[in-house]
Each structure stands twice: as C-alpha cells, then as structure tokens.
C-alpha cells in the first residue's frame, strides 16, 4: 500500500513553522521590544476615576501600580479590569448597591448577592437608565474609591504574583510559550541586574517583530541567491492554508443587544477583544473592541449600556470619522486568498487589532484577531519542537 505523499501545500506550512521556530528561538525580548514602549506607572491610592483618565488620555492598554510599602511593582490593571470595574460599578448603583463594602452594610450586600448570584445581566435585565442622582453617585464613587480598596472589597488580587514576567534576555520562543499557557497578552520585561521594568511586551509585538524580520531574511536570502523555491514560497503562503483554523472564529452577537450584556459577554463569557455586531438577516454591520469601551468614559455616556449595539456601533463610527487620515486607512476585513503576510501586516494596522470576512451576502466567516493568528503559530511551533 502506497503512502500518501504531503502536498506542496502541507510542506510549505510545515517548513514556514520550521523557519519561525528557528527565527524565533535566536531572538531575544530585547531585540523586539519596542523603542516606543510606554509603560505607565501609577500609585495603588490614585482613585478609579483618575485611572480611567490615564486610559482616555494615555491611549494605553494597561498601567502598572508601584507599592511603596515595599518599592515595587505590585500588580497590574488592564483594559479588561476597567471593562470589569465599570460594569461592576454601574449596575450597583441601577440597583441601589453599595459600591463599597464596610461594616454598615456588608450584610446587606452579601443579602442582596445572595438573591442574585450574579451581577450578569442575564440573571437580571437592565434597559432603564440612570437617574440624574445615580449618575452622580456614580461618578462620585469614581472619583472617592481607589483601585486600592476596590479590588479588596470585591476580593480579587492585584499584586506581584499575578504579574507574568521575561527578561531581556530571554528568548523569544519561551516568550510565546508564556503567552499560550498562561493565556495572557502582555508580559512585563524585567531587567535582570535592577529587577525593574524596562516595558511591556505584547503580542502585536512579537507579529511584527516577525513580519519585519522575516522580510528581511527573504530579502537578503533572494540577493545572495542562495533560498531554495520552497523558501521563497513560505513568504507569500496563503491564508488558504490557514482556513480549518481561521473559520472556527465566528463571534457575532445581535445588532438589538443592550450594550451592558455584549461587553459583559466579550469579557467574561467569549474572553474576546472583539466581537462582530450583525443584523436580523445576519449582515455584518461592523466591529466593537474592548478598547471602544473608552468612548463611553470619555464622554461619560453610561446611559449608552442600556442602549442597543447597532446604536452605540453607529456612534462609534462617527467618532471614528473626526480622525479622517485614520478612518481612510482602515482596514477591518481579510481574504482567504490573501498571503499569510498581508493579513499579518494588514492585522497589525488595524485600530482593532482585528479583520474579519466576509462571504458573498456579507455573512460573517471569520474573525480574526491578533490573539488567534497568535495561537495558530505558537501551536504548530509546538508540534514542531515535539516532533524533534
């Protein structure tokens, strides 16, 4: 019996993930990192609202919090605590629940938590608005409440062991080995003799580290004339190649849903940045990122939460609009007949960090974010270094 031979196309894949593991491991953090890195760095006592601030004003994905009590680092708050904060925050003021808890009314809360076992909207639906008085009590927790005492009153942990760290030094194929297991999109880089924070090194990072190293390598490999065809194919391999994998990322939520529950769904149920809003036919009418989530703080539109998505989607295009020269260039959707590395580069240009495609009726295929793209070469680079 005949052995099935692998195709031109299964060998092409298997010799891009060969290149990558290799281009990889003799990289370093350092070499990636990049000369812009912005590492925001703030005290444990600076109130929620001053921390959303930094957000809006920074255009920042997290910041770190400094400990005095022990001069170090001690823990990380990301956009998805934001998100998490807000929400929390928001629909205990709708219900007339304390957003602190102290001894006067920790009873009552764990009473009231109790009745709901949850604060997700699904166990109890939210479509009123704020009234003028919770808007300000809102905002009045905002600005009275640090990042300090909320994270001990709702009991979640914000110090040095939940902070997933690298050092300069340190290769980058254990980098992304970090990232799949421990599930996470940024890592804070140490320097290994200080033990401070030299940045903080992200996944789109590492993308285009490669997407430049890479064209370069091809570059200088086509000039010496020395790359075999197989080589020089790698370079413009099709997504095509990618489709078994691509086509399982299709998450889509109602145009009709309020948008308290599709943030509430992005974070805690899809654990996704982005998430693609249609229509009753199925239409694809656009994307909605984490970070969109800072036009609602930026204007302070909390009643937008108990409005629909398709609306808070339309004004969100309108912002974008102000921005023109960003708005021409943006780039949200991706072709299977694309090369790998036009949907890299296309992927990383984008505001959201995300593409999706579409089919002839404008149905989404696939959503594709930089997370995903991520795992897919990770994964292979597994399989490759088992293999050996």
Not at 244 to 258: R, V
Request: net charge negative; aromatic share 12%; charged share 25%.
């Amino acid at each position: 019996m005949k052995r099935c031979q692998p195709s031109k196309e299964d060998l092409l894949k298997e010799e891009y993930v060969k290149t990558l593991t290799y281009f990889l491991r003799d990289s370093s953090v350092y070499d990636c990192l990049s000369i812009n890195n912005q590492v925001s760095v703030v005290d444990m006592t600076l109130s929620l609202f001053d921390t959303f601030k930094i957000f809006i004003d920074s255009h920042v994905d997290e910041v770190l919090f400094w400990n005095q009590e022990i001069a170090n680092y001690d823990g990380v708050f990301t956009s998805t605590d934001l998100i998490k904060t807000v929400l929390k925050c928001y629909y205990n003021v709708l219900y007339e629940i304390p957003n602190i808890w102290t001894t006067n009314n920790i009873a009552t809360i764990i009473e009231m938590e109790n009745e709901d076992e949850s604060y997700s909207p699904i166990k109890r639906t939210i479509y009123g608005q704020l009234t003028i008085d919770q808007f300000n009590q809102l905002l009045q927790d905002f600005k009275n409440i640090s990042v300090k005492v909320w994270f001990n009153s709702i009991g979640e942990n914000l110090h040095q062991n939940c902070l997933v760290k690298a050092e300069l030094d340190e290769n980058l194929n254990d980098v992304c080995q970090k990232f799949i297991t421990e599930n996470i999109t940024r890592i804070i880089v140490i320097e290994k003799e200080s033990k401070m924070v030299a940045g903080i090194i992200q996944q789109k990072d590492i993308l285009s580290f490669l997407v430049k190293g890479f064209s370069q390598y091809f570059a200088l490999k086509k000039h010496q004339n020395k790359t075999t065809t197989i080589h020089y194919e790698q370079h413009e391999l099709q997504m095509e190649y990618f489709k078994d994998e691509a086509t399982n990322q299709q998450y889509i939520l109602p145009g009709d849903i309020p948008v308290y529950d599709l943030f509430y769904k992005l974070i805690y149920i899809y654990k996704r940045n982005t998430i693609a809003i249609v229509d009753k036919k199925k239409k694809y009418l656009g994307l909605i990122d984490r970070r969109d989530f800072l036009f609602i703080l930026k204007y302070q539109m909390f009643d937008i939460l108990a409005s629909t998505a398709e609306k808070f989607l339309s004004l969100i295009k309108t912002e974008d609009r102000k921005y023109l020269a960003c708005y021409i260039r943006n780039k949200q959707q991706f072709t299977f007949n694309q090369t790998l590395k036009q949907v890299v580069e296309n992927l990383l240009l984008s505001p959201r960090g995300s593409l999706v495609c579409l089919d002839n009726e404008e149905r989404v295929v696939s959503i594709f974010q930089i997370s995903d793209l991520f795992k897919i070469f990770v994964t292979d680079n597994q399989n490759i270094e088992n293999s050996e």
